[in-house]
C-alpha cells in the first residue's frame, strides 16, 4: 500500500555530512493515514536500530547517539522525509532504511516490529 525508495547514500570522511532522502508512493487513500515515518539502520553484524522518526503533525524522536548530529523532516508536497546527518563517524558506517507505518508513535525506542512498511535502503560509508 505505500513504497518507500532511500537516495542519497555513499562514502564520505569523518567528520562530513549526508542528506538522504525518502520517497513514499500509494494510494491516495492510504498516504494520508500514514501515523510516523522513520530511519533505521543496520550495520553488518548488527541489528536493526532507529535512528529518528517524525510524526504525522510533525513530533520528531532522535535516538540518544543522535541527537545533535541529525536532523529529521518531512516535505509533505514532495512526498518525500529526508534525514539529513553531520558530524559522521566511522561507526555510522551502515545500510540505512527508511520505514512508515499507520500508527503514530510518540518518543521512545521502537524496535523494527513497529513498522509495517520498509524501504531497500541505502549504504552509508563513513571513512576514518
Known amino acids: 500500500q505505500v513504497t518507500l525508495v532511500e537516495s542519497g547514500g555513499g562514502l564520505v570522511p569523518a567528520g562530513g555530512s549526508l542528506r538522504l532522502s525518502c520517497v513514499y508512493s500509494?494510494?491516495?487513500?492510504?498516504?494520508?493515514?500514514?501515523?510516523?515515518f522513520a530511519w533505521y539502520r543496520q550495520a553488518p553484524g548488527q541489528q536493526r536500530e532507529p535512528v529518528a522518526s517524525?510524526?504525522?503533525?510533525?513530533?520528531?524522536n532522535y535516538a540518544e547517539s543522535w541527537k545533535g548530529r541529525c536532523t529529521i523532516s518531512r516535505d509533505a508536497a514532495a512526498d518525500t522525509v529526508v534525514l539529513q546527518m553531520n558530524n559522521l563517524k566511522p561507526d555510522d558506517t551502515a545500510v540505512y532504511y527508511c520505514?512508515?507505518?499507520?500508527?503514530?508513535?510518540?518518543?521512545?525506542?521502537?524496535?523494527?516490529?513497529?513498522?509495517?512498511?520498509w524501504g531497500q535502503g541505502t549504504q552509508v560509508t563513513v571513512s576514518s
Open positions: 520505514a512508515a507505518d499507520q500508527s503514530a508513535y510518540g518518543s521512545g525506542y521502537y524496535s523494527t516490529r513497529f513498522y509495517e512498511y
Open positions: 500509494g494510494s491516495t487513500q492510504f498516504i494520508p493515514n500514514i501515523g510516523t
Open positions: 517524525i510524526r504525522y503533525d510533525g513530533a520528531t
